[in-house]
Every structure is written in structure tokens, then in C-alpha cells.
């Protein structure tokens, strides 16, 4: 006689499904979005990229900042611009 077997998942891996799903929002790229604001990610828009970079200096990732792979790449060469130009600072200044 057959007997079905009855596949166990763990708890663990049911958790990790429901955490995925729970609260995955969708993330859109804010220069895709809008064509006009394509042109303000410039490197002396100072005020846009700082919202880029965090209070340590450092870029945000695009599946943090939402940003499409295009965008990510204009963004970062912009962020080094202003930061050789002097507008954004390389490092806090902590320690």
C-alpha cells in the first residue's frame, strides 16, 4: 500500500514567506516618473542629492532609494561630481 508522505516546512521559511509579502512596497524610480525632474539630477542641485547620500556620506542603494538601474548610475556620477566641486561632503566628519 501507498502511503502519502506529508511534506513538513518549517516554521522558519513559512515566517520568511509572510515577512516578504507582508509589507513589500513597490518602489518606483522618481526620475522615470517624471520627465521634468530629469533634468534637475544635476550635480549643483545640492538639496536633491543630499536626500541621496545618508548622514554618513554614503549613496543610498537603488533598493533603498527606489531608483532604476539608469538613474542609479546618473545619480552616483553626480553625487562624486558635487563632492569634488565641494557641494557635499565625502565623509561626517565624525568619528
Known amino acids: 500500500m501507498a502511503r502519502k508522505v506529508k511534506l513538513k516546512v518549517s516554521t522558519r521559511i513559512l515566517r520568511k514567506k509572510a515577512r516578504r509579502s507582508s509589507y513589500a512596497t513597490v518602489k518606483h524610480c522618481r526620475f522615470c516618473a517624471n520627465d521634468a ?4 539630477l ?12 545618508t548622514e554618513r556620506g ?3 542603494p537603488s533598493r533603498i532609494s527606489g531608483n532604476c538601474a539608469r538613474h542609479q548610475r546618473q545619480l552616483t556620477s553626480e ?3 558635487a563632492r569634488t566641486m565641494a557641494l557635499l561632503p565625502f565623509a561626517s566628519g565624525h568619528r
Open 37 to 40: 525632474t530629469e533634468h534637475s
Open 79 to 81: 553625487i562624486k561630481c
Open 58 to 60: 554614503k549613496i543610498l
Open 42 to 53: 544635476d550635480f549643483k542641485n545640492a538639496v536633491l542629492l543630499r536626500t541621496f547620500v
